[in-house]
């Protein structure tokens, strides 16, 4: 099957060959990357014109002004590999982290393994894989956080900070403020201590994205 957009003009012998590859099996169009639909389709784009890139397995829609993403639409989700701050970065093994994306609409998913230490009395956070247009507060997700020392698991559900490139975990049956309740800084919390090796964070996320992409 041929791929990729075919710009058929007047006088033009209309082939089976190319009635099915780019009428019939091509509903929508099928490039091997994002270079080569850009390559090809400069001088056509229209709104809700939808391409289809093999490297990513992802699904794409042209806004008017950019392209949009859908997907992965199969095989594993992209790969995310946050960071984790406690005063510092914090190291860790990715065990698993991963998200998809409709348009603007964010699913994250990650479990991490804290490796390296922090500092105590300090907010823990950890990176989005998209910038978040929500801000400052906003529920965006849940999750718990393992604390190896204590032998205990703090559920807690995860709010975007101002800016949108972070996340930060509130102990869900915290008291007070805000910042009471955020993990590693709060004495309501649940955790005020420093990260350390064996503890783990895990969270599911949920969100809007600043712009399409």
């Known amino acids: 099957m041929a791929t990729g957009y075919h710009d058929f003009v007047a006088g033009e012998t209309l082939t089976a060959a190319n009635l099915e590859d780019f009428c019939e099996l091509q509903g929508i169009l099928t490039f091997a990357s994002a ?3 850009n390559a090809a389709v400069a001088s056509v784009l229209r709104e809700g014109l939808f391409a289809y890139l093999q490297d ?5 829609v042209y806004t008017g002004a950019a392209w949009s993403t859908i997907g992965p639409g199969h095989g594993p989700l992209t790969a995310w590999s946050p960071t984790i701050t406690q005063s510092g970065s914090v190291a860790f093994s990715n065990v698993h982290g991963s998200y998809s ?3 603007r609409r964010i ?7 804290v490796t390296g230490t922090g500092t105590a009395s300090n907010l823990v956070t950890v990176s989005l894989p998209v910038t978040a247009v929500t801000a400052g507060d ?7 956080l393992f604390d190896t020392s204590a032998g205990t ?14 996340c930060y975990m509130l102990g869900a049956h915290g008291t007070g403020s805000f910042a009471a309740m955020a993990l590693g800084s709060g004495a309501s919390s649940g955790f005020t201590a420093a990260l350390a090796s064996g503890d783990i964070i895990s969270m599911s996320v949920h ?3 600043t712009a399409d992409a």
């Not at 703090?154 to 900070?161: L, R, S």
């Open 35 to 37: 270079a080569a639909r």
């Open 56 to 60: 990513l397995n992802v699904i794409t």
């Open 101 to 103: 994306r409709v348009g």
């Open 107 to 113: 699913t994250a998913n990650c479990r991490l393994d």
């Open 138 to 144: 906003v529920v965006i997700g849940s999750g718990y």
């Open 153 to 166: 698991v703090i559920p807690t559900v995860v709010a975007a900070v101002s800016g949108g490139t972070t």
């Open 207 to 209: 969100y809007e994205a």
